[in-house]
């Protein structure tokens, strides 16, 4: 089979770095070549961040390239714009609908975009959009929108859901993992519509 | 099973199944997880050194010991380290050493974009560079079996992209490897002149059997194709072009120095179009070129940033398909967090309007707006000259108006020399410590004043009050930073007095320390609109028509806002 590519852009600090984590396992235990890149360093305090995870029966380059993405996700919104170019036609975009402002917006120098849902339709009419914190804050705890997130992107990728679930059990500290479980349980069957 | 490890866990995997006894390191992204993978091996004897220099030279004494040893490091990590690199490479090993550096190409998290492969070829070191996770653990393993058997360190090149990316491994079993004897070598291990022109004709004779070895090395392989592109590559290049143009002949190198000058001839006659794909500087194209072998290398593949598929198809096919621009947006420049002692400092550099040198880390970003306040940032410990250098020019007057600003860890990497030399050429500048103990920016490291070992137990720890005061600063205050007030007060004070002050700001990373619960709340009836809270460049607080709006997910109730406010217009609540 093909390459599938996938990738999560959002703020340092979000959580990135742990949905790697999860899809690593999931797609490692599902014997497949796997692949994921991501950055370390300057761009965690706060800056525009990107993990890529590609995989396959044999995936060589662990970077997507701009137009290569089967499916974007967006942590936030402006950064799922940002990245936006990266999709392949036809692929799909998962966003969570949250907004962080960034610097110069905050400093008031410049204006955080009102209309980006609609820039992102212009590119992708396969486009899924939730507000995967509150989600996560009405199960007790905001940090586990991006499991929840996780969740919605588990419709996509034709892996049984229990091999999700296995690979939650492996990378997800045992105190963490039943609210995790719910979050990503609401994920999979929680409507996203645009 | 095969497991998913990023290239620097591979590094780490392969140093453990060689029977490395001996890591050590300073951290630096990219290389950093080198060194924190193998604290998790209990075999291993690991360290935090202060800086690159102490590290290499305790992998040289353990190697020097009989043990097989490895030192890690980034790029520039390696200019610190070069010292002992140059002369290591006459004396050569006992236990077998590996010098691990990780290059950052596009500069992810550094301040230039040095190519170590130089390194290579002017120290007369072999050098190895993997591809993916898998190569780096073999990779590992054959440096150091290379090491022993032909008397040498050996480097292995790193870049970001095989540091930070992950791909499957099959772990092996640790090989059981003896220590070895010591014998004192005087000829061996003493570089005078006299035994060190004896070692330089050993380095060239080395060099030449290296070269034999770069002809049958298993790192280095031709993967025929069509005949019609032949493409030399190595890294993460050789992965980039696979991706885009798997019909083609490759010449996949992993040994890089010396280079296999037969295979790469046998290949370059054997293709009709022969391009050289590699990042950063021309290493492997300049020395091919200089045996007559036409190639195109440089000319199609910038010597900055990273290379990638697209660019190398674009190059070679001139097919790139063509994509959407990217959306016109407003930049996430990375930023101090919420509740970083940091800003509270920069802050009150900003208003008194000083000039700063600065330094490497976090508080780098000290010098991104509305902060604004560094002048300097060259390399790690640089802060504490560049003042004094700043002082020598320009004069007292000058100096009353600077400051130098540097951080713990790096203070006690390569800052305290500068300090020395301040009070030993009588200057008068001033200089803060931002100590927040612990090294902040590559992810959280214990160093030599933390009371911390690299395996979190207690160890003793620099009391920076007393080391300072020793080298013969006179005038040395610790001050909260949130404590506003005060810190003005001496800062204003300290930089006029015509002496040499050190002012320790002390308050520990916030992502370590955390906050209590509080949180800033704004009430707008009291408001003058001073901005002043806008001034300090919090993410938690946006500017709303010139009134702060706190973001109750980002704010951590660290109070900077609420001292500053005189209004009272901001307050904690909830503590």
């Known amino acids: ?97 949250q907004e962080i402002l960034p610097m110069p917006v905050i400093s008031g120098s410049e204006e955080y975009p009102g209309d980006i849902i609609n820039r992102i339709k212009e590119v992708c009419s396969d486009l899924y959009v939730l507000d995967a914190v509150s989600v996560a804050e009405k199960l007790g ?44 349980e609401l994920g999979s069957i929680i409507s996203c519509d645009a | ?96 050493l590996v010098i691990a550096v990780a290059d950052d190409p596009g500069m992810h998290s550094s301040q230039n974009e040095q190519d170590t492969r130089y390194y290579a070829r002017a120290s007369h070191l072999p050098l190895f560079e993997p591809s993916d996770s898998l190569e780096a653990r073999d990779y590992t393993k054959m440096a150091f079996a290379l090491s022993e058997e032909y008397d040498t360190p ?15 491994v099959e772990p092996g079993a640790r090989e059981d490897i003896p220590l070895k004897p010591y014998k004192k070598d005087v000829k061996k291990n003493v570089m005078m002149p006299a035994m060190a022109r004896t070692r330089h004709l050993l380095v060239e004779e080395r060099e030449h059997k290296l070269a034999d070895y770069s002809e049958i090395s298993p790192a280095n392989r031709i993967e025929w194709g069509s005949r019609d592109i032949g493409i030399i590559t190595s890294g993460t290049c050789y992965q980039y072009a696979r991706e885009v143009l798997p019909d083609v002949s490759y010449l996949k190198l992993g040994f890089i120095n010396p280079l296999p000058r037969k295979m790469i001839e046998m290949f370059a006659a054997g293709v009709k179009k022969l391009y050289v794909i590699e990042e950063l500087e021309p290493i492997i194209e300049d020395q091919i070129k200089s045996w007559g072998i036409t190639a195109s290398g440089k000319e199609l593949f910038s010597v900055q940033g990273e290379l990638s598929s697209r660019i190398i198809a674009d190059a070679v096919k001139g097919t790139a398909p063509a994509v959407a621009n990217a959306a016109d947006l407003p930049v996430r420049p990375p930023v101090l967090c919420p509740g970083c002692p940091h800003r509270a400092v920069f802050y ?37 000259g560049t003042a004094l250098g700043m002082e020598k020019a320009r004069g007292r007057d000058f100096a009353e108006r600077t400051v130098a600003v540097i951080g713990d860890s790096t203070f006690l990497h390569t800052g305290v020399n500068g300090l020395i030399d301040v009070v030993y050429n009588q200057g008068i500048t001033t200089t803060i410590i931002l100590d927040n103990s612990i090294t902040g920016m590559t992810g959280h490291q214990d160093h030599p004043g933390t009371g911390k070992n690299i395996k979190g137990t207690p160890a003793p720890s620099v009391n920076l009050e007393k080391l300072v005061e020793s080298i013969g600063i006179r005038h040395v205050y610790v001050v909260d930073p949130f404590d506003q007030d005060e810190l003005f007060r001496i ?57 702060p709006e ?13 001292g500053l406010c005189e209004q009272k217009a901001l307050s904690l609540k909830g503590a």
């Not at chain 1, 984590?21 to 999931?26: A, E």
């Not at chain 1, 137009?67 to 942590?75: N, P, S």
């Not at chain 1, 419709?155 to 859901?161: D, P, S, W």
Request: aromatic letters at 6%; hydrophobic letters at 40%; proline letters at 4%.
């Open chain 1, 1 to 97: 089979m093909d390459t599938t590519s996938i990738l999560v852009v959002g703020v340092g600090g979000q959580g990135t770095l742990l949905t790697a984590r999860v899809l690593g396992s999931l797609l490692t235990n599902e014997n497949y070549d796997v692949k994921i890149s991501e950055i370390h360093g300057m761009a965690q305090r706060g800056g525009s961040v990107v993990t890529h995870v590609r995989y396959g029966k044999k995936v060589h380059s662990p970077i997507i390239e701009p137009g290569g993405a089967d499916i974007l996700i967006g942590f936030e919104k402006m950064e799922a714009l940002r990245w936006s170019h990266y999709l392949k036609p036809g692929g799909k975009i998962i966003i969570n609908d």
């Open chain 1, 141 to 184: 705890n905001t940090k586990v929108f991006n499991i929840v997130i996780l969740g919605v992107l588990s419709r996509f990728l034709g892996i049984e859901f229990d091999s999700w679930i296995n690979a939650m059990h492996k990378t997800i500290p045992q105190r963490f993992l039943d609210l995790n479980l719910k979050a990503f």
């Open chain 2, 1 to 96: 099973m095969k497991e998913l490890l990023i290239g620097n866990a591979a590094v780490a995997r392969g140093a453990w199944e060689a029977g490395a006894t001996v890591a050590t390191a300073y951290p630096g992204t990219p290389s950093t997880e080198i060194t924190e993978h193998i604290a998790h091996y209990e075999e291993i004897y690991s360290e935090w050194a202060p800086n690159e220099k102490v590290a290499m030279e305790v992998a040289i004494g353990a190697s020097m010991g009989g043990a097989r040893s490895i030192v890690s490091m980034k790029h520039v990590g390696l200019n610190v380290a070069a010292d002992p690199l140059f002369t290591v490479s006459y004396i050569g090993v006992n236990g077998g």
């Open chain 2, 154 to 168: 050996v480097i292995l090149r790193l870049t970001t992209r095989i540091s930070h990316s992950q791909s499957l």
């Open chain 2, 348 to 384: 009150a550099l900003n208003t008194l309007k000083l000039n700063v040198t600065g330094d490497i880390g976090c508080y780098t970003l000290g010098a991104l707006a509305p902060l604004s306040s560094m002048d300097t940032c060259i390399c790690m410990g640089a802060s504490i």
């Open chain 2, 491 to 547: 800062i204003e004070r300290e930089t006029e007095r015509h002496e040499p002050s050190v002012i320790i700001t002390r308050r520990p990373c916030f992502l370590i320390a955390r906050g209590s619960g509080a949180q800033a709340v704004f009430d707008s009836s009291l408001c003058t609109e001073c901005g002043k809270c806008l001034k300090i460049g919090c993410p938690a607080i946006a500017n709303k028509n010139n009134k």
């Open chain 2, 550 to 562: 706190i973001n109750p997910v980002l704010c951590v109730g660290c109070g900077l806002c609420v």
